[in-house]
């Protein structure tokens, strides 16, 4: 394996790890505070306000972020280590500005952006997440900059920082707000706030980590003359616009799709409690679907630079080698959380909520995890192969699908809510398949039938077939929905390794990218399963 790769899969592999406790740490706080102090009308709250953050979260940090490190690996490919310093402090001057306009429009227009999704409520909780955008936008120059040079360390750790704020401090508060005032819309007010002392917390581990290790950073530049800053700052704004838009796009329609979906039950004659509880049970799908995605966007974070750099050198063979084993990683991954998801639905809602009502929201969406994570890879690799506007034009074609699907479903009484993650499976599933027409297009990157469709699909069902039938032998003999749920993974993860060294879905390069690759590579070739 290359120094180059190395890197990748040590970033990625930060990343991932990080992800993952981030993630182990928001359950430890979500669910609680769903099942004990919120309920699910107090996160349909705290989630219908959390859709406008996301929305202007993204406006102001999703393309930045992505544009520095791009520009910094390029740069330190170069030699050109003085431009990279340049290009981290115009960043941060920039971030600065655009996070504190974000703010100020979450903090003034929270009555108004409330109304506008049909949760008047939400409004308190929309004025007490709005510093944490001012926060985050500054931290994201600190991760751009060292995601460029591939140490992922300080992302991961000020992720980790704010996370358990959130934990410690927002369980904390709504609780003791439920206490005192025994409203749900104060309490998710409460809960809200921990995450924003988390971001405050984060940005200033970032601040220090730099303090530190700015002085390690090599000085000198290969070319004499650097860039004037406004050069610097049109080229960053240049880069980050079309991915700042092409996120904003599924952004703003999920703002628009909230919008429609409380609309629209409003329509059928529901209350704002009932919209704001069926809401609630929607995003509890949601939070189990994002966890896969979350952890697959360590290799979109670690492909951007790697595939940067090669090409910055005309490397064009191994970018495109990288890229199509990320995209291989990420099939391998995802394919087995998909099946296990929508096939152990109802009992795992049941074990994280006591709840298993509406647990079809959950099948439609475990589906859906695979396309979504293709679809943050091939972004990835769109925009770090420099066609920034391509996942712009994809997105907003699948963003369009998803209101139809919603305008046709979710009107309609015996659909109602179930109608919702329909719209989001097939929007997503639009934007893959453009994505990878564009891939094919632009590259010239082949994707096998056999290694990207048929062996997968092949390993989804043995893993669904093996989940269900496990847990439906299992709940006859034990009455514990953990025990049931727990040996059920187990053995749906069982039946898609031995299905995916059955079919050969295993590729040598795919071995090599694991740590201790090549030791890993020789088992299997002794017990002839590659």
């Known amino acids: 394996m290359t120094e180059k790769n190395k890197n990748f899969v040590i970033g990625a592999f930060i990343i991932a790890v990080s992800h993952i406790l981030v993630k182990v740490i928001g359950a430890l706080y979500k669910i609680p505070l769903d099942t004990f102090i919120l309920k699910t009308e107090g996160m349909g ?56 306009v974000a703010a100020g429009l979450m903090f003034f227009l ?8 049909s949760a008047p409520s939400s409004y308190l909780t929309m004025r007490c997440m709005a510093p944490s955008l001012l926060f985050v936008s500054l931290s994201s120059s600190y991760r751009g900059f060292y995601q460029g040079q591939q140490n992922m360390l300080p992302t991961a750790i000020s992720e980790v920082i704010e996370a358990s704020s959130k934990l410690i401090l927002g369980l904390s508060l709504a609780y003791f707000a439920m206490q005192f005032y025994g409203k749900v819309h104060i309490a998710s007010a409460g809960a809200i706030t921990g995450v924003t002392i988390g971001t405050v917390l984060s940005f200033l581990y970032l601040f220090g980590y730099n303090a530190v290790n700015i002085r390690k950073f ?67 799908a949601i939070a189990l679907f994002n966890l896969p995605p979350t952890i697959i966007a360590a290799i979109a974070v670690s492909i951007v630079p790697t595939i940067a750099a090669a090409l910055a050198l005309n490397n064009n063979n191994t970018a495109i080698r990288n890229a199509k084993s990320a ?18 639905a109802k009992p795992i809602l049941q074990l994280l909520y006591h709840d298993g009502n509406y647990s079809f929201l959950l099948n439609v969406m475990g589906i859906a995890v695979v396309f979504v994570t293709m679809v943050q890879v091939c972004n990835a690799i769109l925009q770090a192969c420099g066609h920034v506007w391509l996942p712009v034009k994809n997105m907003l074609i699948g963003g369009i699908v998803k ?22 499976l097939l929007c997503y599933f639009t934007v893959m398949s453009l994505n990878i027409y564009d891939l094919k297009r632009i590259t010239g990157m082949k994707f096998e039938i056999m290694s990207f469709v048929i062996k997968p699909v092949i390993s989804a069902l043995a893993t669904a077939a093996g989940a269900i039938l496990c847990y439906q032998l299992i709940s ?12 059920s993974i187990v053995s749906g993860g069982l039946f898609y390794f031995l299905c995916l060294f059955f079919v050969k879905g295993l590729e040598r390069d795919d071995i090599l990218l694991l740590p201790k690759g090549e030791k890993i590579e020789r088992i299997l070739k002794k017990f002839h399963l590659l």
């Open 327 to 344: 995209l291989r990683i990420t099939i391998l991954f995802a394919v087995p959380c998909a099946a296990g998801i929508s096939a152990l």
């Open 218 to 284: 090599p000085k000198g530049n290969f070319e004499k003359t650097l860039p004037r800053g406004r050069t610097v700052l049109i080229r960053l704004i240049k880069i980050a616009i079309p991915v700042t838009i092409g996120v904003s796009v599924f952004t703003l329609t999920s703002v628009i799709d909230t919008a429609m979906v409380m609309n629209q039950l409003e329509g059928l004659g529901y209350e704002e409690a009932q919209r704001l509880s069926m809401f609630g049970y929607l995003n509890r």
């Open 476 to 487: 006859q003999y034990v009455s514990s929905v953990v025990v049931g749920v727990a040996v």
């Open 110 to 117: 929270a009555h108004q952006f409330s109304y506008v999704i």
């Open 403 to 424: 209101i139809v699907v919603n305008l046709l479903l979710v009107s309609r009484p015996e659909w109602n809510i179930n109608g919702a993650p329909i719209g989001t």
């Open 45 to 100: 709250i705290y989630n219908s306000s959390y859709t406008i953050y996301n929305w202007l979260f993204v406006v102001s940090t999703a393309g930045l972020p992505v544009a520095i490190s791009k520009m910094v690996a390029e740069s330190r490919a170069k030699g050109n280590y003085d431009e990279a310093r340049k290009i981290f402090r115009i960043s941060q001057w920039l971030l600065f500005f655009v996070g504190l």
